[in-house]
């Protein structure tokens, strides 16, 4: 997997570049939040490793002993790498798993990323908004 990542790359989606480098420029903190052993390389073949102040990621989780989602330990160790109480935080998150650690963590706000056409399951599980692409968020008032 990693050989593959390396020689192939990875594609970021677009939109969602967009909307974190905007949160960026805005002067706000951010952290990656990934299940995978892998999430270093795959930030760095897809060109956005710099985007992210912290990255709790597999390795992180096994060090650290932290649960797996739906338990929101990994969200929550994020949050306390940047300072952040997590009502004071956003969770962005496509997996229903994932929504649910969100709310199970007593984040501000959560956010479903529909990817696969699960939008429904995506707010039963937990998701205050869903949007398509991280993209929408920049065209809402």
Known sequence: MLKRIRTDGVEAYEGSVRYVRAVRDAGLRRAVVSSSANCHDVLVAAGI?????????????EQEHLRGKPAPDTFLAGARALGLRPNAAVVFEDA?????????????????????GQAEALKEHGADIVVTDLADLLERR
Do not use: K, P
């Open 96 to 116: 229903l798993a994932g929504v649910a650690a969100g709310r199970a963590g007593g984040f501000g706000f959560v956010v479903g990323v529909d990817r696969v």
């Open 49 to 61: 490793d710099d985007l992210f102040e912290v990255r709790i990621d597999g390795v992180v989780a």
